[in-house]
């Protein structure tokens, strides 16, 4: 995947208070990004600077190979965002608000403005009126406000806020689309940290104005956690206990009376599971404990507070 945004040492500061203490990440084509913080980490003040809101003190941001500083106006052709509310006039349909938007841009056809109807799942709708749409749908059209002139960034801030379970899943279903298979790089930030975990594919943490870290998801769990913890559910837990113990009692964590706590890589629980079917040990389940990305916020920022 080629870098297509790039942040290098990006400094604020708003007074003598330091909001961003020499920020530097890259962001791919073809990946869902996200982006979490405590409150006041300096995670929306990165993005408003990104979008060109603010102006950062020192630094360098670059699209596509573009600097923001000399090449505004290209930067901004390859971006599309949602920082705040999109803005959208009620009384008129859908459709004609995402006309009247698209004329800020150069070259914006009727069939790109229906192709990003489609993307967002707006055609049954699209010719109403803006106030009847309920919060998902206007949420899917600010969406396709930011796609309708072909942006290779997408930086979207919250963009599940206030959703219904059925809509944030057809709003994550939409942006691991744009990603995956049209290649574009999503950028987005919340404080839903389940819904980041499901979505995206690398996440990048801030805590007092510093970035912590990049890592992909599965890596961020994996360092976290330590090691991998498998439970294994029978009514014969003392029995497995004495079979394990025969060649893993070093991998034994604790006996129940529920479950047998181990630890184990994938090789190795298979090896465990023919065991006991050798030795005609009877078990109901066997789990993985999975760290959750929120366990993994907490251990990185020492708690953090409340995020973003």
Do not use: W
């Not at 909001?19 to 530097?24: M, P, T, Y």
């Not at 869902?32 to 003040?45: D, Q, R, S």
């Not at 939409?174 to 790089?185: D, G, M, Q, S, T």
């Amino acid at each position: 995947m080629d870098a297509i945004l790039k942040i290098e040492h990006l400094n604020k500061c708003f007074g003598k208070k330091k909001i961003l203490d020499d920020i530097s990440f890259e962001v791919y084509s073809g990946e869902v990004f996200g982006f979490l913080g405590p409150n006041g980490a300096g995670k929306t003040t990165t993005i408003k600077i990104v979008m060109g809101f603010l102006q950062a003190d020192s630094g360098k941001i670059t699209v596509d190979g573009y600097e923001l500083k000399k090449d505004y106006e290209k930067v901004m052709a390859r971006l599309g965002g949602i920082v705040e509310n999109p803005e959208m006039y009620k009384t008129l349909s859908g459709y004609t608000n995402l006309k009247m938007y698209a004329r800020l841009h150069d070259n914006v056809s009727e069939e790109r403005i229906n192709e990003v109807v489609e993307l967002v799942r707006l055609q049954k709708r699209i010719k109403n009126k803006v106030k009847t749409y309920s919060l998902g749908m206007k949420q899917r059209l600010g969406l396709a406000q930011a796609m309708v002139h072909k942006p290779k960034v997408l930086i979207l801030d919250e963009p599940t806020n206030g959703l219904d379970p059925a809509g944030i899943k057809e709003m994550r279903d939409i942006l691991r689309k744009l990603a995956h298979e049209e290649n574009i790089a999503v950028f987005v930030s919340s404080h839903m940290l389940s819904e980041m975990e499901l979505m995206c594919d690398r996440v990048g943490i801030i805590n007092n104005g510093k970035l912590i870290g990049v890592k992909k998801i599965d890596d961020l769990l994996h360092e976290v956690s330590g090691k991998v913890i498998y439970k294994i559910f029978s009514k014969e837990t003392k029995k497995i206990e004495d079979v394990l113990s025969t060649q893993y009692k070093e991998k034994i964590l604790s006996v129940k009376d529920e479950y047998v706590e181990i630890e184990a890589d994938d090789e190795l629980i298979t090896n465990i599971n023919f065991l006991l079917a050798q030795n005609m040990v009877h078990y109901t389940e066997i789990k993985r404990n999975e760290v959750s990305l929120e366990d993994a916020f907490i251990n990185i920022t020492g708690g953090g507070g409340a995020i973003e």
